[in-house]
T-cell receptor, first 111, second 114 residues
């Protein structure tokens, strides 16, 4: 499983766009980049996954540069309810069994 | 509803007591996991099971044992609970396929050891 590095915490204000970057220098050819969101007292839930370039869904966008050594989760016009911990995972879903989530990024949205 | 079911939701133990946390999934997933989450911290992997009949240690296995009873059930046992094991425990299963987007988590067990 590729090691990932992301900021421990971030603050932003309601209505702003928030970008959280994850570094994964040893990403393998078959690996995907996956982001999860965790609210207090709940298990993480899937947000978005991508392999290259850009992926967008109703919740977020994921930007992946050509070298795939990093990725950026973009949350448009955040609200207080986006306050959560965000985890970046990198793996192919087939050979990786020991899935480690790490500390994630604690995002705090201010009014 | 399909998903991961954990029992109990809350538990208070005295130091030295034992207990088993139960987890069951009805999605026919091969891989199952146990994580713990301390206040303000990320998830730490305790044990995992890549398939029925196999289990492996994660990051923090000391003080725990697991059993993959069948494809559906993966239990976590604390033989002699310690205050350091006070935490929220999450069970999860992972569907196969490309990437790691197929995790389903249970609602967690909040354990307090006094």
């Amino acid at each position: 499983l590729a090691k990932t590095t992301q900021p421990i915490s971030m603050d932003s204000y309601e209505g702003q766009e928030v970008n959280i970057t994850c570094s994964h220098n040893n990403i393998a050819t078959n690996d995907y980049i996956t982001w999860y969101q965790q609210f207090p007292s709940q298990g993480p839930r899937f947000i978005i996954q991508g392999y290259k370039t850009k992926v967008t869904n109703e919740v977020a966008s994921l930007f992946i540069p050509a070298d795939r050594k990093s990725s950026t989760l973009s949350l448009p016009r955040v609200s207080l309810s986006d306050t959560a911990v965000y985890y970046c995972l990198v793996g192919d879903g087939k050979r990786d069994d020991k899935i480690i989530f790490g500390k994630g990024t604690r995002l705090h949205i201010l009014p | 509803n399909a998903g991961v079911t954990q029992t109990p939701k809350f538990q208070v133990l005295k130091t030295g007591q034992s207990m088993t946390l139960q987890c069951a999934q009805d999605m026919n997933h091969n891989s199952m996991y146990w994580y713990r989450q301390d206040p303000g911290m990320g998830l730490r992997l305790i044990y995992y099971s890549a398939s029925e009949g196999t289990t492996d240690k994660g990051e923090v296995p000391n003080g725990y044992n697991v059993s993959r009873l069948n494809k559906r059930e993966f239990s976590l046992r604390l033989e002699s609970a310690a205050p350091s094991q006070t935490s929220v425990y999450f069970c999860a299963s992972l569907t196969g396929g490309a990437g790691l987007g197929g995790y389903t988590f249970g609602s967690g067990t909040r354990l307090t050891v006094v």
